[in-house]
């Protein structure tokens, strides 16, 4: 009567190799179900959605040589672009503008057009990782941004 279940001793060199494949196979498919479990998202996590670049910004901006006070609000629509307006302290009047995002990016840097009574340009803005605060650089249209323009949380101190 021929055993149906061989003892270790009984084995061949096919037997060796056949349940050092099955071995391989059941690693591979234990890694396999692993990589498809979903990760628990960290708290800590950078990734935020586009909708939180939208609000209200309180900040400075370079104008006729001097650091004066800027309000920026800050809107998104459905595709992640960004509209807005601003205001900033011009000689004691107020001007104000709007704002238009340029090109299409999800980044936390953007390039927007600025446009108010002076004429048009570009802003270019670079949002810190929690996207409460942008460090940017504008200048009048067909010259490079380099003039100072800053946003951060209204209820935090403008420096």
Known sequence: MTNKYPLPSETSA????????????????????VGMLPLPVSAHSTAKPVSSLAGHYCGKLLSSGRLV????????????????????????????????????????????????????????????????????LWAPQDTTPNYTWSGGDCAAPIS
Do not use: N, P
């Not at 056949?18 to 179900?33: H, P, Y």
């Open 14 to 33: 096919s037997f060796t190799y056949k349940s050092k494949l099955r071995a391989l196979v059941r690693f591979a498919g234990i890694c396999l179900t």
């Open 69 to 136: 006070d800027v309000e920026t609000s800050l809107q998104i629509d459905k595709q992640g672009h960004i509209s807005g307006t601003y205001r900033f302290d011009d000689d004691g009047t107020t001007t104000t503008g709007s704002l238009s995002e340029v090109g299409t990016t999800t980044s936390r840097e953007r390039t927007l057009r600025w446009f108010d009574k002076y004429g048009m340009g570009l802003l270019t803005i670079r949002f810190d990782r929690s996207h409460h605060h942008f460090e940017g």
